[in-house]
T-cell receptor
Framework: AQSVAQPEDQVNVAEGNPLTVKCTYS??????LFWYVQYPNRGLQFLLK????DNLVKGSYGFEAEFNKSQTSFHLKKPSALVSDSALYFC????????????WGAGTKLIIKP | NAGVTQTPKFQVLKTGQSMTLQCAQD?????MYWYRQDPGMGLRLIYY???????DKGEVPNGYNVSRLNKREFSLRLESAAPSQTSVYFC????????????FGPGTRLTVT
């Protein structure tokens, strides 16, 4: 079965330090992978996607993600965290065997401390 | 350009009551979706409409019905609300069903007592 795992419920990072939010996936074919961010009391916003090509994908707000096929991972990264990056982050994978529906991870709460 | 709008923002229902959540998008998107978000469970797809005139069940359709009123509007109806339907409901849209990005509304926080 297709699945997405975000192994950390919460990640704490000091402002200015690099951050990583982890995501691993399981799909039967080629993965289409996404990261979304949710600020408090708001809907989700698209950050970036991996479809094909370069394993390092750049997205909005200085975020990037690295696709690693051998480790079936798609970790979200940022070189220098800002307090305003504090939010809930969701990883998702497209399930081409289930009519292209998105399968969502449970979310990781990112807290950036000043 | 408002994007995806949802009404109401908040609602409290008693068990057995009915209500309709409204969603509209002004991006001329073909596909629309209803999700529910529960703590620790991410988003779960309730229903979707790949194009105007079609609707299909998602992962958790029981207890819900939908109507794709026109290209802009996609409503979600709870006929007889249950406490298990207490959740935050999000509407989303995308250019096509197989588009990569979905655009979300601000959500409706529903409590069923």
């Amino acid at each position: 079965a297709q699945s997405v795992a975000q192994p950390e419920d919460q990640v704490n990072v000091a402002e200015g330090n690099p951050l990583t939010v982890k995501c691993t996936y399981s799909v039967s074919g080629n993965p289409y992978l996404f990261w979304y961010v949710q600020y408090p009391n708001r809907g989700l916003q698209f950050l970036l996607k991996y479809i094909t090509g370069d394993n390092l994908v750049k997205g909005s707000y200085g975020f990037e993600a690295e696709f690693n096929k051998s480790q079936t991972s798609f970790h979200l990264k940022k070189p220098s965290a800002l307090v305003s990056d504090s939010a809930l982050y969701f990883c998702a994978v497209r399930d081409i065997n289930s009519n292209y529906q998105l399968i969502w991870g449970a979310g990781t709460k990112l807290i950036i401390k000043p | 350009n408002a994007g995806v709008t949802q009404t109401p923002k908040f609602q409290v229902l008693k068990t057995g009551q009915s209500m309709t959540l409204q969603c509209a998008q002004d991006m001329n998107h073909n596909s629309m979706y209803w999700y529910r978000q529960d703590p620790g469970m991410g988003l779960r797809l309730i229903y979707y409409s790949a194009s105007e005139g079609t609707t299909d069940k998602g992962e958790v359709p029981n207890g819900y019905n939908v109507s794709r009123l026109n290209k802009r509007e996609f409503s979600l109806r709870l006929e007889s609300a249950a406490p298990s339907q207490t959740s935050v409901y999000f509407c989303a849209s995308s250019e096509r069903y197989r588009s990569y990005e979905q655009y979300f509304g601000p959500g409706t926080r529903l409590t069923v007592t």
